[in-house]
């Protein structure tokens, strides 16, 4: 009797904890990929305020039209965000540095972020390319903090935004994030039926 007491005690006590503080963890409620690697998970949001970000774990605030992620040092930014049907385009800052001799004129000149490069020619040409491998043709919209770019491959336009600093040239471009996609493990080797 005393066994069947102890059991149902140590039964009642789980239950109650179980109850009292949840029985289960977070709950991943939002999972995106860059739409050129869908099965590459970039973004996890969960219904704790929690999320993985490029594999860093973050916390995060959610409203209609900015993703506030905060890192585990407490620094925050914004990613505004829309909805494109079924996908989700966030624009992620970088920052970029002024290549050329003196100050920056605005946005025109060589700005360089690692490998990437923009570089945008002055007016009346306002071309630009984008990596030396995408060119076209742009315009500035300083009231906006803005520039459109205008694509000669086709390519969709692409609105960024920017901000100036010295020689350094933030740029939020738009990356199209789509619903994570499960890989495919049933994929056959070649030559194999």
């Given at each position: 009797?005393?066994?069947?007491?102890?059991?149902?005690?140590?039964?009642?006590?789980?239950?109650?904890?179980?109850?009292?503080?949840?029985?289960?963890?977070?709950?991943?409620?939002?999972?995106?990929?860059?739409?050129?690697?869908?099965?590459?998970?970039?973004?996890?949001?969960?219904?704790?305020?929690?999320?993985?970000?490029?594999?860093?774990?973050?916390?995060?605030?959610k409203d209609d039209d900015s993703i506030d992620i905060t890192d585990k040092d407490?620094?925050?930014?914004?990613?505004?965000?829309?909805?494109?049907?079924?996908?989700?385009?966030?624009?992620?800052?970088?920052?970029?540095?002024?290549?050329?001799?003196?100050?920056?004129?605005?946005?025109?000149?060589?700005?360089?972020?690692?490998?990437?490069?923009?570089?945008?020619?002055?007016?009346?040409?306002?071309?630009?390319?984008?990596?030396?491998?995408?060119?076209?043709?742009?315009?500035?919209?300083?009231?906006?903090?803005?520039?459109?770019?205008?694509?000669?491959?086709?390519?969709?336009?692409?609105?960024?935004?920017?901000?100036?600093?010295?020689?350094?040239?933030?740029?939020?471009?738009?990356?199209?994030?789509?619903?994570?996609?499960?890989?495919?493990?049933?994929?056959?080797?070649?030559?194999?039926?």
């Open positions: 009797m005393k066994r069947l007491k102890k059991t149902l005690t140590i039964f009642a006590l789980t239950t109650v904890m179980l109850i009292s503080g949840g029985c289960s963890g977070s709950k991943k409620i939002e999972s995106w990929a860059f739409d050129y690697e869908p099965t590459e998970e970039i973004l996890a949001l969960y219904d704790d305020g929690k999320a993985v970000y490029k594999g860093e774990k973050c916390t995060y605030v407490g620094n925050t930014v914004e990613h505004k965000y829309f909805m494109d049907k079924d996908k989700m385009v966030v624009y992620i800052a970088s920052v970029y540095d002024y290549q050329d001799e003196g100050v920056p004129d605005g946005v025109v000149g060589n700005w360089a972020c690692g490998k990437n490069i923009f570089r945008f020619l002055a007016a009346p040409k306002l071309e630009f390319s984008e990596e030396d491998i995408f060119y076209g043709h742009y315009s500035v919209d300083e009231a906006n903090s803005s520039i459109t770019l205008m694509y000669s491959d086709p390519i969709p336009d692409a609105t960024l935004y920017y901000s100036l600093d010295g020689n350094k040239l933030t740029i939020d471009y738009p990356w199209p994030l789509v619903k994570t996609q499960k890989k495919d493990t049933t994929k056959k080797e070649e030559g194999t039926t």
